[in-house]
């Protein structure tokens, strides 16, 4: 398993120093894990990925780290490629367990799934990306050599990344699978019964609690339970008090982002016809 981190440097003092303690660190070291960022910071290490920090959507800096990933998971012959964000808590032991479940060998991805137009008859699936997402090695080949050909690359770096991805996989025909374990929220965000019934594989965000603590309390760990530092900047992506699971402004963002993407949807998937039938 490959693990690309979407990061910035701004939160390379805050949100990375939770990453490597917790979860992080031991895949690192063994190159299994690669801090994609907007500058090189050897100490840490972070690697700059060639695309500027964006406010918004990350679609270029995602296809950047597939990209990036191809070449490494390829020789390796690595099976999967494990997308998170910078304050993603994971259990390793336990994603490992899951994907032992399901065949690398075909396109396929795997996350926790949101719906766009579900109801409308013309929408898709696409993965959230907060509490991290997996694809299969072929799954990555085949969008990277979809965006090779101009078909489903990012019409911008800061179109929504998760988005943009959904609405590809729908039309290459790649199956993505639901699966609860993976939580865009922070563990106190859901019940307590709806946690109880499930081996939670992942959660998201570290502002609002201790995720030292959430990471031994819910995903298994064992780790030293440090105060955490958040920057002023933290607190423009967090929830207002009794809403959803979902930033309001990520939601608000993204509902103004749906009407582009809606409109890029008819001529991406025409363009992605030609190519499936050249394929």
């Not at 020789?75 to 993603?88: A, E, I, M, N, Y």
């Not at 399901?102 to 699936?125: F, R």
């Not at 570290?206 to 990471?215: E, W």
């Not at 760990?221 to 309001?248: C, Q």
Request: hydrophobic share 35%.
């Amino acid at each position: 398993v490959y693990f690309g981190v979407k990061t910035t440097e701004m939160f390379h003092k805050t949100r990375l120093p939770v990453l490597l303690d917790t979860w992080g660190q031991p895949l690192v070291n063994k190159g299994r894990m690669v801090l994609y960022s907007n500058v090189t910071d050897r100490s840490i290490p972070t690697v700059d990925c060639g695309i500027p920090n964006t406010e918004r959507g990350h679609c270029g800096k995602l296809y950047a780290i597939m990209r990036a990933a191809v070449e490494q998971m390829a020789p390796r012959k690595t099976q999967w490629l494990v997308v998170t964000d910078d304050d993603t808590l994971m259990s390793v032991p336990r994603l490992l367990t899951l994907l032992s479940c399901y065949d690398s060998s075909s396109p396929m991805a795997l996350g926790e799934v949101y719906g766009y137009a579900a109801n409308a008859g013309h929408g898709y699936g696409y993965l959230t990306g907060g509490g991290g997402f997996v694809l299969s090695l072929p799954a990555v080949e085949r969008l990277v050599t979809a965006s090779e050909h101009s078909v489903c690359g990012c019409p911008q770096h800061d179109s929504p990344d998760d988005m943009y991805l959904g609405m590809c996989m729908r039309a290459l025909k790649i199956p993505v699978v639901h699966r609860p374990e993976f939580h865009q929220a922070r563990p106190d965000e859901y019940s307590d019964g709806y946690l109880e019934r499930q081996t939670p594989v992942s959660f998201h965000r570290h502002s609002f609690h201790n995720p030292y603590d959430a990471y031994n309390t819910y995903l298994g760990g064992a780790v030293e339970v440090k105060p955490v530092p958040v920057s002023a900047d933290e607190y423009e992506d967090l929830p207002l008090a009794g809403g959803g699971v979902d930033d309001e402004g990520d939601m608000a963002e993204e509902a103004a982002d749906e009407g582009d993407t809606g409109q890029e949807a008819g001529d991406a998937e025409d363009n992605v016809r030609v190519f499936n039938d050249e394929l």
